[in-house]
């Protein structure tokens, strides 16, 4: 069901609600995932609503849900993301027949995930705009309540994503390894792993790992950015980060603390992360390199969520004001721009 945008708890605007019926089997077959899939003889369940509630009183074990959809092709700025709400307790996520994302882990190494607010990007080439996609989930409950059990269920977009000048999410090289030289320009990184950003780690299958991990993405700077005073915005990262710029660092997680971003402070990973580009930091005309090193204390790890790129002083100033927390950062337009020119600046 197509929606007018709206945000969800998550801060995408909605352009798909999921809410509602969905299709439903017990048991675990892989077939299940693709997308020409006949379940015209399943059940129906709604979501969000654990299963026990609907007829599977005392199940426990694998289930599947499965639903089709349309997506408009006019009607989102940016990449697409599936919010699922809370899923009890593991969960596999397909996408038109391919994975997209998976939180937990399946037995016989189980480990539960109900507790994650489960957000996925959904690869843009997967989508068929204005016609029909399928969405399967498949799910493992060791015990008591099991399903799609809390909301919201949308798929939708970032809006903070048309700020940026230069977008940064997509493909960037990972690893595991922490050495000093990954900071480097140099750096050879042409071995490691890649992985989605925004998304974190966990939902892209390197489950269980708490410890450092660094990033590093390469992109040539548009012409016309090269005389702009620029930021590099990296949306939320879960738990600490150092960020380096063509070998320089430019910023930490701790210099959030005093900013619009930290005010109303929940935790590091809820903390949003933007550091001022020093001047003549970026190479005009070549490579340039973004290296970030994370510190994972537990839980979710990486850069989960966006936007990330580069954004104007301009555009990034609409960006603090629209994000700014609210509990204990006073609202006054005077102290916004106190706070910009003495902090950011």
């Given at each position: 069901?197509?929606?007018?945008?709206?945000?969800?708890?998550?801060?995408?605007?909605?352009?798909?609600?999921?809410?509602?019926?969905?299709?439903?089997?017990?048991?675990?077959?892989?077939?299940?995932?693709?997308?020409?899939?006949?379940?015209?003889?399943?059940?129906?369940?709604?979501?969000?609503?654990?299963?026990?509630?609907?007829?599977?009183?005392?199940?426990?074990?694998?289930?599947?849900?499965?639903?089709?959809?349309?997506?408009?092709?006019?009607?989102?700025?940016?990449?697409?993301?599936?919010?699922?709400?809370?899923?009890?307790?593991?969960?596999?996520?397909?996408?038109?027949?391919?994975?997209?994302?998976?939180?937990?882990?399946?037995?016989?190494?189980?480990?539960?995930?109900?507790?994650?607010?489960?957000?996925?990007?959904?690869?843009?080439?997967?989508?068929?705009?204005?016609?029909?996609?399928?969405?399967?989930?498949?799910?493992?409950?060791?015990?008591?309540?099991?399903?799609?059990?809390?909301?919201?269920?949308?798929?939708?977009?970032?809006?903070?994503?048309?700020?940026?000048?230069?977008?940064?999410?997509?493909?960037?090289?990972?690893?595991?390894?922490?050495?000093?030289?990954?900071?480097?320009?140099?750096?050879?990184?042409?071995?490691?792993?890649?992985?989605?950003?925004?998304?974190?780690?966990?939902s892209q299958g390197f489950n269980n790992y708490d410890g450092f991990a660094w990033y590093r993405k390469s992109f040539e700077l548009p012409e016309e950015l090269a005389e702009q005073k620029l930021y590099l915005v990296l949306g939320k990262i879960d738990d600490k980060d150092k960020v380096f710029l063509n070998g320089k660092q430019i910023g930490e997680y701790k210099d959030m603390y005093d900013t619009p971003f930290g005010n109303g402070y929940n935790g590091t990973w809820q903390m949003r992360r933007a550091y001022k580009i020093p001047?003549?930091?970026?190479?005009?005309?070549?490579?340039?390199?973004?290296?970030?090193?994370?510190?994972?204390?537990?839980?979710?790890?990486?850069?989960?969520?966006?936007?990330?790129?580069?954004?104007?002083?301009?555009?990034?100033?609409?960006?603090?004001?629209?994000?700014?927390?609210?509990?204990?950062?006073?609202?006054?337009?005077?102290?916004?721009?106190?706070?910009?020119?003495?902090?950011?600046?």
């Amino acid at each position: 069901m197509a929606v007018a945008p709206s945000l969800s708890a998550s801060g995408l605007k909605a352009v798909v609600n999921l809410n509602g019926q969905w299709k439903f089997a017990i048991g675990d077959d892989m077939a299940w995932a693709q997308r020409n899939f006949n379940d015209s003889d399943w059940d129906m369940v709604f979501a969000p609503s654990k299963w026990e509630d609907q007829g599977y009183v005392g199940y426990d074990g694998y289930a599947w849900y499965r639903k089709t959809l349309k997506l408009p092709s006019t009607s989102y700025n940016g990449s697409l993301y599936i919010n699922l709400g809370k899923i009890d307790d593991v969960n596999e996520v397909y996408f038109n027949g391919v994975r997209i994302g998976q939180m937990g882990k399946f037995p016989p190494r189980f480990e539960t995930a109900y507790n994650a607010q489960l957000v996925y990007p959904i690869p843009e080439a997967l989508i068929n705009f204005d016609g029909e996609n399928t969405l399967a989930i498949r799910i493992y409950d060791e015990t008591m309540d099991g399903g799609i059990v809390g909301g919201p269920l949308v798929i939708g977009y970032d809006p903070n994503v048309r700020l940026l000048s230069y977008d940064l999410s997509g493909t960037w090289r990972f690893s595991f390894k922490n050495y000093k030289n990954c900071r480097d320009t140099g750096y050879d990184d042409s071995g490691w792993r890649t992985i989605r950003v925004p998304a974190s780690w966990e939902s892209q299958g390197f489950n269980n790992y708490d410890g450092f991990a660094w990033y590093r993405k390469s992109f040539e700077l548009p012409e016309e950015l090269a005389e702009q005073k620029l930021y590099l915005v990296l949306g939320k990262i879960d738990d600490k980060d150092k960020v380096f710029l063509n070998g320089k660092q430019i910023g930490e997680y701790k210099d959030m603390y005093d900013t619009p971003f930290g005010n109303g402070y929940n935790g590091t990973w809820q903390m949003r992360r933007a550091y001022k580009i020093p001047k003549d930091l970026l190479i005009a005309k070549g490579i340039n390199t973004v290296a970030v090193v994370v510190y994972d204390e537990g839980g979710m790890g990486g850069i989960h969520e966006g936007p990330v790129g580069l954004m104007t002083k301009e555009n990034f100033e609409v960006y603090v004001q629209e994000n700014e927390e609210p509990d204990t950062f006073y609202n006054h337009i005077s102290f916004i721009g106190f706070v910009l020119s003495e902090i950011f600046d």
